[in-house]
């Protein structure tokens, strides 16, 4: 096992300063502790503003509170704003003064505030404001809501309401829902423009996406990093993914530009490339557009290269095209020579500084997750970092990636919890492969421990040295639990080659390093007991949870699966953005090639199941839709397996409210206590 030195190092440094009324972190204290929101620094880069979000658990929702924290004084600690202090989603214009959203008559509205005086509202919409964005020129901005496509303004004055008989949906194409939502025919996440006048948006909006119809920022996740406006204020490019007949098979965005005023229609930049195109960002000195590209249609989670296109000629060129990670967020240094971001590399998102010039790729930081890098004007940066350990800080990185941290908003409540120990490990896994994975098991205990062994989702994706406030491993030792860990083929990470792995193979080599992985942890740590191991996973990680019944149904003393197929044949039509679930299965729809959806299904070997099961689904969940954990309930209890179903009527794919947090790891642990403490046999019957 490779040993994390310096997350050892912090374990031990808290294991000798615990108090030894120190106890183990709960799901009520991950939900308690404070949230440090993406921060944004000011033009002069002394100061930098963020929320930091609380939870009111009688409310059962978050609360944000606007912070400044002042960069050129050493210790300095976030001050609220007090004048401003419900805002949210704030930045500085370029004359430092503060815009932010706040709710005003119930909705959400855009507030300027000058650092020396008091906020003042800037709009008086009809309906939210869903998000914003201030041109470094500060005479222009563009605000993006929710708006009918006949809507010639942000309040969509003088347009008629539809007649209605009655309460049906009425659809003639695909989308129909998306994530979580129903979709509303003919409404549109839409973009506008406005003149800066006075500190205030003049007129009442220009729509910028001309006669394009699609989702800009795209849905269901897509924010301010996907639009970006030229240094002089008049240009906006933009990212959106052209709608019709294809959209819920396409992943095509592209990058569009247009004039800020809306004088001219929107031009499209990345028509060439079929696959994804995002994240444009201009160079300070205008004349570069930094973004991403991906080469195959379809496909979510290929390789992210950092192309470079010259505004003037419209040359571009593929700046990390050898580097064979995924770029994930891009930041321009400010003298304009290269540019920061930060991709997966092996458990770990570090900050990546790559020459323009050259594509030369040099690592900055070691060990955590990385995000929300804002370059400084002596070429280093600021940015939040979180780990297994602990949710986001703020930190400064100096030019070389030296690392000194700036916030400390969880201190008090972590100083309260025991330490835990963070071990790395590989091993040679499917087709002779490395492949990585890690343990986490409380520092204070040295009996055996039982195995909380955690599948991730995606599939490509990765359970990094990373903080969850869903999936949280440092919450899954409370119990007293090893929890472990192995990044199966087409995690991110490693290469594409690894990530692609997965495809066409989704019970194939993952289930294999998922078997030889906890076989390697379990004979390289003493402490793990191999004989009382459950089991858990949500989305893909519980289809492995299903697969795992059948076909590896000897091992586990009980599965916690959340949100994950049972049947591919009803997934393939059931999902609403149907590139995913076709890409995954050979880039066919389910009709022309069965036998690849087929030969995965974990609903032809029902047969074999037999380790007890909590099933964990939501109404909301338009990704994986609740009938597929109903039908793995239906099947667990047909077959006299002991199973027990957990239905969130208010959740997606994602379980986000803090109450229902805390009761989604009351029942996990309940149904691994039961089963890992009493000791069943794997049939399912108790033992005297």
């Known amino acids: 096992m490779t040993r994390t030195a310096l997350l050892l190092a912090a374990a031990t440094a808290a294991l000798s300063a615990t108090p030894l009324a120190a106890r183990p972190m709960t799901a009520t204290d991950m939900q308690m ?9 000011s033009p002069d880069g002394k100061s930098a503003v963020f929320t930091i979000s609380n939870t009111d658990l009688d409310k059962n929702k978050r609360v944000n509170t606007l912070y400044l924290l002042d960069l050129t004084k050493s210790g300095a600690v976030p001050e609220p ?48 404001i869903v998000g914003f964005k201030i041109a470094p020129s500060g005479d222009h901005a563009v605000v993006w809501a929710d708006r009918d496509l006949r809507c010639t303004d942000l309040d969509c004055a003088g347009l008629p309401e539809a007649p209605k008989t009655g309460s049906a949906r009425i659809y003639d194409q695909l989308f129909v829902r998306h994530w979580d939502t129903w979709a509303t025919p003919g409404v549109r996440s839409r973009l506008f423009g406005f003149a800066i006048s006075g500190g205030k948006l003049a007129g009442a909006g220009v729509p910028l996406t001309g006669s394009l119809v699609g989702d800009t920022p795209s849905k269901p996740f897509g924010g301010g990093e996907e639009l970006n406006f030229s240094p002089d204020g008049k240009t906006l490019y933009f990212t959106l993914r052209e709608a019709g007949r294809t959209e819920e098979l396409s992943t095509n965005l592209d990058i ?139 930190y400064r990185l100096d030019k070389r990636g030296k690392v000194t941290q700036l916030t400390s908003v969880n201190r008090d409540l972590l100083a309260q919890m025991d330490p835990v120990i963070f071990d790395k490990f590989s091993f040679a896994g499917a087709n002779n492969d490395t492949v990585w994975g890690w343990t986490l098991r409380p520092a204070r205990v040295t009996t055996k421990l039982p195995i909380a062994f955690l599948v991730h989702g995606g599939p490509q994706g990765s359970f990094s040295n990373s903080w969850s406030f869903r999936w949280n491993p440092r919450v899954f030792t409370s119990p007293g639990y090893a929890a472990v860990s192995v990044d199966f083929h087409g995690s991110t990470g ?23 992985g906890l076989a390697y942890a379990v004979a390289h740590d003493p402490q793990l007991d191999g004989d009382r191991a459950c089991a858990a996973g949500g989305s893909y990680g519980g289809y492995m949870m299903n697969w795992i ?53 974990p609903v032809n070997y029902v047969t074999a199941w037999k380790t007890p099961q909590l099933v964990i689904t939501s109404e909301n969940d338009f990704r994986i839709p609740y009938t597929q954990g109903i039908a793995a309930f239906t099947a667990l209890q047909r077959r006299n397996i002991p199973s027990r179903l957990l239905v969130f009527p208010d959740e997606n794919h994602w379980v986000l409210k803090p109450k229902n947090s805390i009761q989604w790891y009351d029942e996990v642990f309940g149904w691994m206590k039961r089963w890992l403490d009493e000791g069943p046999s794997t049939n399912g019957e108790r033992r005297d």
């Open 33 to 41: 502790m404070h949230r440090l929101g993406a921060p944004e620094v």
């Open 81 to 128: 704003v007090a004048a401003a202090a419900k805002g949210h989603d704030a930045v500085f214009g370029p004359d430092g003064a503060l815009w932010f959203l706040m709710a005003a008559d119930g909705q959400d509205q855009l507030f300027r505030m000058p650092m020396d005086g008091a906020p003042v509202q800037v709009s008086a919409f009809k309906g939210d």
């Open 256 to 394: 569009f530009a247009t004039p800020s005023d809306g004088s001219a229609s929107p031009v499209n930049l990345t028509d060439a490339n079929d696959g994804m195109d995002n994240l444009p960002t201009v160079s300070p000195d205008g004349r570069t557009l930094a973004y991403f590209a991906m080469a195959r249609p379809t496909y979510e989670a290929d390789r992210q290269v950092l192309m470079l296109r010259d505004l003037a000629s419209g040359q571009t060129r593929a700046l990390t095209q050898a580097w064979d990670r995924s770029v994930d967020s891009i930041e321009w240094a400010k003298g304009g020579k290269s540019l920061l971001v930060t991709a997966g590399d092996t458990l770990e998102e570090p900050v990546f500084r790559i020459d323009a010039a050259t594509g030369k790729v040099t690592r900055l930081t070691r060990d955590g997750h990385y995000g929300n890098v804002h370059a400084l004007r002596d070429g280093g940066a600021i940015a939040t970092m979180n780990s297994i350990m602990a949710p986001d800080d703020l």
């Open 494 to 516: 490693y290469g594409q080659a690894f990530t692609d792995a997965i495809h066409q193979n989704w019970g194939g080599w993952p289930l294999e390093d998922l078997q030889k």
């Open 549 to 601: 019944e059948g076909r590896w149904p000897d091992r586990f003393k009980c599965i916690v699966q959340h949100d994950g197929v049972f049947d591919a044949r009803a997934m393939a039509y059931e999902t609403e953005e149907l590139w995913f679930d076709e890409w995954e299965h050979g880039a066919h729809p389910y009709y022309e090639a069965p036998a690849e959806f087929e030969k995965w299904n």
